[in-house]
Each structure stands twice: as structure tokens, then as C-alpha cells.
């Protein structure tokens, strides 16, 4: 099912994405280069600056060490000229002394010699201490501050990295989203999907793309994925008919909340029957799902009546009466051309009669600009006041099919769909499209011409068989 669809749709998808970027790609490596450039130059100024700063901050050091060196040889003359002073003082006062004590004066002086010599090693010793302690705090001042570069340097992305970056993940703006897009919307008008359905599907795209950083090899699936979540938004959630039914026959009032929409009904129903009216053009399968729908109902356990209200056409009697006797279904009838509404009525008098189940009322096939036709199928309605009028329609005729449905809704209001020839249907638009367009649900896919072949929608099943 909509192999057409997956085929077209992934190739568009592939060539829409393939190329977004690429021209961008040598623009980023030049402006790389441009902002390296500018970079590079940038450090060198700075270094050049520093290290200007760097030598008149050395002038001043080194001016200030001899400075310091320049007091310290002035304090050591300043000292040693105190020393000699005193001892020239001593000499003195110990000259008229025996000879013996000028000898042990001249020791004693030689001894303060000795003392005035050593007495400024200490200083000098002190002196380098100080400046041994200022140059170890400089070292490490200067390793702190290579430790911070590093850091600094390494937190900031490499030109490789940057340029990977680059190559890798691309901006989507408004005009290659526009290019992307323009290929997937070829596929979806080619595949029977609505333009509103379209619209709506740019519209969620372009919130998840615009203005943000996509990497170009997931920006396929990131497509796929907002694409999928954007169809299963709408396709509306189906009821099951035979819960529905059976919810009624039993008097609950749950049988709107089984389902996502609710039905505007002309009347409750708390006894039988349940009627059904189904609606569409000629050669739409028609008459052949409502036979399959009363397959259903019997292998499910609810009895059922036919009523062959499409009186225009002769066949369409004797072929709605050979599937009744195939299935052992009663079937009411009149003769070709009778009021197709006195059909209907005739058929709910007998259900009610002989506490049948359901009623399910073919009617005639009909152009939806066929005034005259059109007029009396609101007769139709108006009489048997069906509590769902099922609107049967080809899958295959794409666009088509919605618009007849649209008129249908129009003139007599639609509550479900079906949708037949849905087995050689490779296209898929038309399921996606006819929900969104009517607000209505499908119920079922016709899939063959067995009675068998009539399948409960799944919206699961749908999304799969589209992007599986």
C-alpha cells in the first residue's frame, strides 16, 4: 500500500537534503581563515604591546636593584669609617700605656679590623636573600599566568573544530527552507494530498527548521520525523461502528465518548434499529460495502436489513438482492423508480417489526451537481433520519474524491467515511487529505472484493505503511 508514495517521497526527500549547505561550505572555510587571520594578527599586537610593557617594567627593576646596590656599598663605607675612627680613639687613649698593653691594643685593633670586615657579609647575605624571594615570587607570578593562558587557550574550540562544525551543521533561513520544501511539495500535489493538508504540513516544518542549526546528516530524518508527527496530527481518530452500535442498543450513553468527535444526531437512540445511510457518486463500491458492512455486523452478532432506496438504477436492485442472498440478509425493496425515501421508511417499519438490529440504506449514485438528485437524497435523509450517514468514496481518484465529499457534507452532512480500492491505491493522499478537509473520521478501508476485505482505519497502520 503507497509505494508510489514512499518511492517519491524519499527521493525528493534525499534530493532536497542532500545539497542544503554545500555552497555554504567554502563561504565558512574562508571566513574561518578570515577570523584566524584576524586572530593571529590580534595575539601579535597584543605581544608586541606586552612585551613593550614587559621591557619598561624590567627597566624599572633593574634601575631599582642598582639603586639598592648603590645604598648598600654606601652604608658598608659609612660603616667601616665609623670602625676606624674608634680605633684611631683607642690608639690614642692607650698610648701612654706599657709596651705590652700597645701590643695587646694593636691585637685588640686588629681584631676590630677583622669584626668590621665580616660585620657587613650579614647584609650582604640578607640582601640576597630578598632578592632570591622576589625573583622566586616573580617565577611564580609568571607560571600562574602561563597556567591561566593555557586554560584560557583551551577552552576556546580549535580551527578544526570549528570548521568541522561548520561543515557539519548548517542555518536553515527562509530561502532554503523554501528550496527544501518546494521538492516535497511536488511529491505531496503528486500523490492526491490536499493543499490545505500541505499548507499545514510547511507551516509545523517550518517552526521545527527556521532560524536553527541542523546537522546536514540528520536534517533528512529530522524532515521525515516533523512531517510523520504532522499527518498523524491529522488523521482523526476513528470509532468503532460495532461498539458504537452495540453502546446504543444497550441504552449507554458512552458512544460519543468512544470516539474523538461527536455526532450531532437527530434523534437518541435507546431501541432498535440503527440506521446507516450511505452516500456517493456512481461506481464509488457503493452498494458492495454496504453489503461488507452487513458481513460484519452478522459475524459480530447484530442482525441487519437491506433497503435498496437506489430506485434510479435498475441493476442496482438485483445487485444489492444477490448480496443479500449471499449473506442471508433480509433486503427491502420496490419497483425500479419508486420514491427511493418510502424504500428507507419501509425498511426501518420492518426492523422494528422483527426487533432487527441495524438498517442499512443504499442510495442512489449521484453527481454532486446533479440538482434534481441531490434534492432527492435530502428526501431521503429527511424521512429516514439515519443516525450515520457514511459517505463511500474511491481512493484512487485523489482530489476528486475530497471535493465530492466536501459537496456531499454541504448538502446533507457527512458523519464517517469509507474508503474503497484502497488494495491499488499507491498513493496515499487522499486518506491523509479527506479527514483533515471534512473533520470527519474514516472507519474503514475497502481492501478487495470479499466481504472480508473491509479493514478497520488505523492511523498506525497508515503512518507505516507511508514512511515504513
Known amino acids: 500500500m503507497f509505494e508510489f508514495f514512499k518511492k517519491r517521497f524519499r527521493t525528493a526527500l534525499k534530493r532536497a537534503t542532500e545539497n542544503v549547505g554545500e555552497e555554504d561550505i567554502q563561504e565558512d572555510i574562508q571566513e574561518e581563515k578570515s577570523t584566524k587571520r584576524a586572530e593571529e594578527k590580534k595575539k601579535e599586537q597584543e605581544e608586541f604591546k606586552e612585551s613593550d610593557e614587559k621591557g619598561v617594567e624590567k627597566e624599572k627593576k633593574k634601575k631599582k636593584k642598582q639603586d639598592r646596590e648603590e645604598q648598600r656599598k654606601q652604608e658598608q ?30 691585637k685588640q685593633q686588629g681584631k676590630g679590623e677583622e669584626e668590621s670586615d665580616d660585620e657587613p657579609e650579614p647584609e650582604k647575605e640578607q640582601d640576597k636573600g630578598k632578592k632570591g624571594s622576589k625573583e622566586g615570587s616573580l617565577a611564580e607570578t609568571g607560571k600562574e599566568a602561563t597556567e591561566e593562558d593555557i586554560k584560557e587557550e583551551k577552552s576556546k574550540p580549535g580551527f578544526f573544530k570549528r570548521l568541522i562544525s561548520g561543515v557539519t551543521k548548517t542555518k536553515i533561513s527562509q530561502q532554503k527552507f523554501d528550496d527544501i520544501f518546494w521538492e516535497i ?5 503528486e500523490n492526491n494530498v490536499a493543499y490545505g493538508v500541505i499548507e499545514k504540513i510547511k507551516e509545523d516544518l517550518s517552526e521545527e527548521l527556521i532560524g536553527k542549526e541542523v546537522s546536514r546528516t540528520k536534517l533528512q530524518q529530522e524532515i521525515e520525523n516533523s ?31 468512544q470516539s474523538h468527535i461527536i455526532f450531532k444526531q437527530s434523534h437518541v437512540i435507546s431501541k432498535k434499529p440503527y440506521v446507516i ?26 442482525s441487519s436489513v437491506f433497503a435498496a432506496s437506489d430506485t434510479f438504477r435498475a441493476a442496482a436492485i438485483q445487485q444489492l438482492e444477490n448480496h443479500a442472498k449471499r449473506l442471508g440478509i433480509k433486503m427491502i425493496k420496490h419497483d425500479y423508480g419508486a420514491d427511493a425515501a418510502a424504500v428507507g421508511y419501509d425498511a426501518i417499519e420492518h426492523a422494528k ?34 443516525d450515520l450517514k457514511v459517505f463511500v468514496g474511491e481512493m484512487i481518484t485523489g482530489n476528486d474524491c475530497i471535493e465530492q465529499a466536501q459537496k456531499f457534507d454541504e448538502a446533507v452532512g457527512i458523519d464517517a467515511v469509507i474508503l474503497t480500492k484502497s488494495d491499488v491505491d499507491e498513493k496515499g493522499g487522499t486518506a491523509i487529505s479527506i479527514g483533515y478537509v471534512l473533520k470527519k473520521p474514516i472507519i474503514f478501508l475497502g481492501t478487495g472484493q470479499n466481504y472480508k476485505d473491509l479493514e478497520k482505519f488505523d492511523k498506525d497502520l497508515i503512518l507505516s505503511n507511508l514512511f515504513g
Open 77 to 106: 663605607l659609612e660603616s667601616k669609617e665609623e670602625i676606624k675612627v674608634q680605633s684611631e680613639k683607642i690608639q690614642q687613649d692607650e698610648a701612654g700605656k706599657q709596651g705590652k698593653e700597645n701590643k695587646e691594643d694593636k
Open 185 to 189: 511539495e511536488l511529491v505531496l500535489l
Open 227 to 257: 512531517i510523520k508527527k504532522s499527518i498523524e496530527e491529522i488523521l482523526i481518530e476513528p470509532f468503532d461502528l460495532v461498539q458504537k452500535i452495540k453502546d446504543i442498543q444497550n441504552n449507554s450513553n458512552t458512544d460519543s465518548k
Open 277 to 302: 445511510c450511505f452516500l456517493g457518486i456512481n461506481g464509488s463500491g457503493k452498494t458492495t460495502t454496504l453489503a461488507k458492512v452487513g458481513h460484519l455486523l452478522k459475524q459480530e452478532g447484530l
Open 353 to 386: 417489526s422483527k426487533g432487527i438490529d441495524v438498517v442499512l440504506i443504499d442510495s442512489a449514485g449521484r453527481l454532486h451537481s446533479n440538482r434534481n438528485l441531490m434534492d432527492e437524497l435530502r428526501k431521503l435523509i429527511r424521512v429516514t433520519k439515519p
